[in-house]
């Protein structure tokens, strides 16, 4: 069975610019959560979406969005691109919101 | 306040002996716990979980130790073999904040042969 698979696997973006990503999550899942991750530290939260509603929200600024579509497919778009926004985004999916979340292999983002 | 915080960054062990990760919590009304597995350029990997209304979960290998009145887990390795080089880190699942998951920083295993 495929696993969580995100798109692209890297990109290359200007400060100002915008990013869409992009991801699938695990047949049957629900639930889809995104993380940002940056060189040396843990994940951290940036949005879950269920049922195609926002769950919750991290600290993160309004440059961020995202949302799910009827297939449980999801996006992450990040308007004004940031030199820090560069990381590694990570999505999560799963069945529902307390069920343990399983994680794609990223989109590493970079930001010149 | 919310933190998930490892008491190592790094451990080293000898391939075949046991080893033992650390993870303190702060938020006493946490009560899910995830053992994650990242190695380089991949995602994190669900190791293993525990409710708190547990104190101990084994699965292949891997057992993770939840102590509720100091706010600790462990994940046990038993048997460390070279593929278990990875960062490991525990999260922490707080459902009553939408179910995101609170990451520690991460403790470097290394395993030699």
């Known amino acids: 069975d495929a696993g969580v698979t995100q798109s692209p696997t890297h990109l290359i973006k200007t400060r100002g610019q915008h990013v869409t990503l992009r991801c699938s999550p695990i047949?049957?899942?629900?639930?889809v959560s995104w993380y940002q991750q940056v060189l040396g530290q843990g994940p951290q939260f940036i949005f879950q979406?269920?049922?195609?509603?926002?769950?919750g929200r991290g600290n993160f600024p309004d440059r961020f969005s995202a949302r799910q579509f009827p297939n449980y497919s999801s996006e992450l778009n990040v308007n004004a691109l940031l030199l820090g926004d560069s990381a590694l985004y990570l999505c999560?999916?799963?069945?529902?919101?307390?069920?343990?979340?399983?994680f794609g292999d990223g989109t590493r983002l970079s930001i010149l | 306040g919310e933190s998930v915080g490892l008491h190592l960054p790094t451990l080293s062990v000898q391939e075949g002996d046991n080893s033992i990760i650390n993870c303190a919590y702060s938020?006493?009304?946490?009560?899910?716990f995830i053992w994650y597995k990242q190695e380089s350029g991949k995602g994190p990997q669900f190791i293993i979980d525990i409710r708190s209304n547990m104190d101990k979960r084994q699965g292949q290998r891997v057992t993770v130790l939840l102590n509720k009145t100091v706010k600790h887990l462990s994940l046990q390795i038993a048997a460390t073999q070279p593929g278990d080089s990875a960062v490991y880190f525990c999260a922490e699942n707080m459902d009553n904040q939408g179910g995101k998951l609170i990451f520690g920083q991460g403790t470097e295993l290394s395993v030699k042969p």
């Open positions: 999560a999916s799963s069945l529902d919101p307390m069920a343990p979340q399983h």
């Open positions: 979406y269920y049922e195609k509603e926002e769950r």
């Open positions: 047949s049957g899942h629900k639930s």
């Open positions: 938020n006493s009304a946490s009560d899910y």
